[in-house]
């Protein structure tokens, strides 16, 4: 370890690592018995991550949450590709109704950083940002086409001690079994132990194992081939052919081909077309994917060939909402320090926001660069470069800065399947502790609204819905505000306006007025339209573009709050819920669509 590095800076960065690795949430026990570190670091390290908004303190559990994306977000941003190929990955996804992936490569492994998946009961898709071996999948062999002579020693040795692939927990183990005596599963009469139909690495197709010569040298007579031991042929075969397969080489029933797009006659990514062996075999991928592939491959590669970066005018979008530009991370990290003294590891923060420097007009950052964009001094600023450059996170070359592919490896991987019910969840916790009353989210579904997200209180008398009711959205608060945003005439409303209570609006007049209210008030408030007794306040919940994706509400029965009281003491709690809520939102959607329910 270099004697500069920021032991702090290295500790929390295991910490967000072990909480990955336990898909997003751990016990905070359970930290300290896999890092190996003291209750009380594990305690300042998740205070100081908590303050961060990058993890939550739930009892003795501590959280992931979106907000952690900027970080990878900083990498996908500077890297461009996402932004430059998606929408072609997306319509080749369209063409050929298979999940289609973009990949880089990250030493001996590669990250997806795009996916188009298909809607079907049998998923095939892996995670934004996983970390998967090279040799298991179809873009590996393309990039292993260019390493040199050390990143092949490298893959090597981590073969030797890594025999069942323990340190990729996004894939199945690998497994390593020896043969004694002709015995085991490929001797006669046993059992097949590869899937039906897959080709064995060694060749063959169940019979009894047998030496091997290669480029990394002879498989053992008395040793079972295992998946991939024959990367560096198919590694040359890929550079000659410019394409590769997976044929169940992750998982029984799993194929894929892959194509490489280039940037100055360099791999800058790989395509990669996924299906299952009850859609194409791996032989019928090829023969029936590859010409499509080979076109669509052409329009990206185009498309890098003819776009310049544009400078974007505001480089605060890296920064987690609720804390400073970077620019301002000296004064903020200061000001925490002061409030939570020495439960705030300020050493910790300024280096991840380090990270948060980085982005789409400032992929390349000299020192100078990165202590003018966080406000910190030379120094600290190059010892928290010196300590992520020894873990793997930033590359120098000519005294330049660059992130690398293993920044998605803090918290993206399980992040990126969050949805918006997931993000609002903890949002509507504390709303709801707060008001005292029932809140809920809710997104539009037809001429309906449907509730996704539910907090209840426990009042002998509340309001008895629970998540995936439906209701008219024109007689509820929640079902006004979304409906208000939708251009004039287009939104959906039944043929007829059924009075569900003396006070329901079934006038289409009356109602488009009242719409248009809502519009300019920025809230809805109903009061007995759904039901006598019920009075319910709702605000919009805007995605990234600003278009309204959902709403909150606070409801309740009307003897509990008049109408003025709802305005003056639950609206601005409303508001600052939706506020948190469109602000994990922004940040998980920079680079994914999010579901919303």
Known sequence: M?????????????????????DGSSSLSALERSTGLARSTVDRITATLARMGYVRIDGRDAVLTPRLMELGNAYLAALRLPRLLG??????ADELDESVSLAVGDRDGIRFIHQATRRRAMSLSFRIGDLLPAERTAPGPLFASEWNGEEWTHWRRRRATDPEDRGFPAVPARSRPYVEENTGPYAEGA????????????????????????????????????VGDDFEQRAAEAGRLGWASDDQLIEPGLVAVSMPVRDGGRIACVVNVVSHTSRHSAADLRETLLPRLRTAVAAMERELTTERPTPLPDRAGHT????????????????????????????LARGLTVITAFGEDHSELTLTAVAQATGLARATARRALI???????????????????RVLGLGYPPLSRTTLPEIAAPHLSELSERLHDSVSLAVLA????????????????????????????????????????LPEGQAPLPTELDPLTPRTITDPE??????????????????????????????PVRDRDGRVV?????????????????????????????????????VAGSFRRVPLN
Not at 7 to 21: C, E, K, M
Not at 447 to 476: C, F, H, K, W
């Open 87 to 92: 929408a072609h990955a997306d319509a080749l």
């Open 446 to 485: 037809g001429d309906e609204i449907q509730y996704t997200g539910r907090v209840s209180t426990s009042r002998v008398m509340s309001v008895n819905i629970t998540v995936g009711t439906r209701l008219p959205a024109y007689a509820t608060a929640l079902g006004r505000v979304i409906l208000a945003d």
């Open 2 to 22: 270099p004697a500069e590095a920021v032991t702090p800076l290295i500790r929390g960065i295991a910490v967000l690592r072990r909480l990955t690795s336990a």
């Open 191 to 226: 059992g097949r132990a590869y899937p039906e139909g897959a080709r064995r690495p060694d060749g063959g197709d169940g019979g009894t194992p047998r030496a091997e010569k290669g480029t990394s040298g002879t498989v053992p007579a008395n040793r079972l081939p295992a």
């Open 550 to 586: 959902a709403a909150v509400n606070a409801a309740m029965h009307s003897t509990r709050r008049t109408a003025e009281s709802c305005v003056r003491d639950v609206l601005p709690d409303l508001h600052a819920t939706a506020t948190r809520v469109e602000q994990d939102l922004r």
């Open 387 to 405: 300590t992520l450059e020894h873990l793997g996170y930033v590359t120098a070359h000519d005294r330049v800065f660059r992130l690398t592919p």
């Open 510 to 539: 009356h109602l488009r007025a009242e719409l248009d209210r809502v519009r300019e008030a920025g809230y809805a408030l109903v009061e007995g339209e759904l039901e006598q007794g019920l009075r319910s306040i709702a605000v």
């Open 320 to 347: 987690a909402p609720g804390r400073p530009a970077p620019s301002g991370l000296a004064d903020w990290t200061s000001a925490s320090k002061h409030e939570l003294g020495r439960e705030f590891v300020e050493s």
